[in-house]
């Protein structure tokens, strides 16, 4: 049997920080962000920059604890997809350059160049309508170029990249500071092979055009792991930040090593609400779509679709308790699912559970998660809701806790 962990009430405590206002939360390593980092490194060709991918609350990690970690660690840039994203992260002035990613609206733009943060133009239209935009006296607007080589989300054709930089190259206050593109199938090295050949063309034709030493981009997890493309000046790491990979990524020999020492960052645990007895033939949850078949004991746990964990995966997973296995039944509810811990003697009020992680012999991975709900790691993590506390941790040592009332951090806390 495992031993019951410390309870996060006397770890926050001890950290001088408030309890959290539920009892389920988010715990992230720190130490995991950092070294997954530092791994991932070691892949790259010399004097290549690695942009650390935190949009989408950083794949549900904490946008702003994620950002300050990875700038603390030695990321070359910031990377966001929405502006209020890209102004979250550039007021913490970690000092490390923010690129949104997405192309924002037209009237944000100057929002975006008062606060430094370098925007991605994608289409042929604001490559025109850029220079009317009301920049602040002395301030510019470093700007990416996307260029589309067969993604088709975004971007300007490659056969007109070089016009639309050489416009770019023209307007007073816009400072036309890379091009990237995005990789359709990073696990394909035919398909990406092709996309290579399309963007050195286009980085060739603005070359020729005048726009010369640009920052270039285009691969990411993907990309690195599998040797699918050129590193070229940077390269753009998310999930792989995080501690995760896709499912069949055929990672290159060489990478092997880096993906194995790769470790997950995220842990959802809870305690719960209640621990109680049901006879056979009662159901549980709404709709009784569960009833027990025996005498059991059912723990409410308070974590529902409200906080992420969909109402699509009833039945088809799982909680840890005591370093066992026991099956979450019924239906999810908004703010709380069911577990049968009848085979693992003495639960109470007082075990912690863990929905994803690791505890004693046992773990449940984002990839057990994405399995069960038929969908892909990314959705997992970055499901996350806003809602579930954040406690970030470095060592065992609690750093800070988000909640909506915000962030509270401990003395010293440093990165995190």
């Known amino acids: 049997m495992t031993s019951r962990p410390e309870s996060i009430e006397a770890r926050l405590a001890a950290a001088g920080l408030p309890p959290l206002p539920r009892s389920a939360w988010l715990e992230i ?27 989408a609350d950083a794949y ?3 946008l702003v604890p994620a950002a300050r970690v990875f700038a603390s660690a030695g990321a070359d840039y910031l990377c966001v997809a929405t502006l209020d994203e890209a102004l979250a992260v550039a007021a913490i ?13 037209l009237d944000g733009m100057a929002a975006a160049a008062a606060a430094g943060v370098e925007v991605t133009v994608a289409t042929e239209r604001a490559v025109a309508d850029i220079s009317r935009l009301p920049l602040a006296a002395g301030r510019s607007l470093r700007v990416h170029l996307e260029v589309d080589t067969g993604l088709q989300r975004a971007g300007v054709p490659v056969a007109r990249a070089a016009s639309a930089a050489a416009t770019l190259l023209r307007v007073p206050g816009v400072e036309l500071a890379g091009t990237w593109t995005h990789l359709a199938s990073a696990s394909d090295a035919a398909v990406s092979g092709e996309q290579v050949q399309r963007f050195r063309e286009a980085c060739d034709a603005m070359d020729a055009a005048g726009a010369q030493g640009l920052l270039r981009h285009m691969s990411a997890t993907g990309a690195v792991l599998a040797g699918t493309a050129p590193h070229l000046d940077m390269v753009r790491l998310g999930l792989s930040l995080y501690g995760l990979l896709p499912e ?12 194995a020492a790769l470790r997950p960052a995220m842990s959802l645990r809870a305690r719960p609400l209640r621990v109680a007895d049901v006879a056979p033939g009662e159901g549980v949850g709404y709709g009784a779509r569960w009833r027990a078949e025996r005498p059991s004991r059912i723990a409410t746990l308070p974590v529902g679709y409200g906080d992420g964990w969909v109402y699509a995966s009833a039945g088809r ?20 699912i069911a577990a049968d811990v009848t085979d693992v003697p003495g639960v109470d009020a007082e075990d912690e559970f863990v929905l994803l992680g690791v505890q004693g012999p046992e773990q449940i991975g984002v990839l057990d998660l994405a399995r069960a709900r ?4 990314w959705e997992i993590v970055a499901a ?10 470095a060592g065992g040592d609690v750093l800070s806790v988000r909640t909506l009332s915000g962030e509270v951090r401990r003395a010293g806390a440093g990165a995190a």
């Open 93 to 105: 002035g970690t000092g490390v350059p923010v690129l949104l990613l997405f192309q924002p609206p």
């Open 374 to 377: 038929t969908t892909i790691p």
């Open 60 to 62: 549900g990690h904490g």
């Open 248 to 259: 069949a990524l055929p990672v290159t020999p060489v990478a092997r090593a880096v993906a």
């Open 384 to 393: 996350m809701a806003s809602r579930l506390p954040r406690v970030y941790d």
């Open 29 to 55: 390593d720190t130490t995991a962000l950092a070294s997954n980092l530092a791994a991932l490194r070691t892949l790259l060709d010399p004097g290549v920059r690695v942009a650390a991918v935190v949009k």
């Open 317 to 336: 997973t799982e909680a840890l308790v005591r370093g066992r296995r026991v099956p979450l039944v019924g239906s999810v509810a908004m703010d709380a």
